[in-house]
């Protein structure tokens, strides 16, 4: 699964500890997932959707061959 997780941290002027305490997980996690490394848990991706105030689509995609 993509997603824009650092471009939107980034641009928000966050770390990633920073996020990973806004959304009680680890910076590791934060890493894996902007590495694509990790798919979150339906629950965290309503999180960081919630913390930036968007939907889950608009943060996360199938990848380009329409895995997830």
Do not use: W
């Not at 629950?43 to 608009?58: P, R, V």
């Amino acid at each position: 699964m993509k997603n824009d997780l650092k471009d939107r941290r980034a641009g928000a002027g966050e770390s990633q500890a920073d996020l990973a305490a806004a959304v009680d997980v680890t910076r590791q996690t934060i890493n894996a997932i902007e590495r694509d490394r990790y798919d979150p848990s339906l629950e965290l991706a309503f999180e960081l959707a919630d913390h930036y105030d968007c939907a889950i689509e608009d943060i996360f995609s199938p990848g380009a061959d329409g895995s997830e």
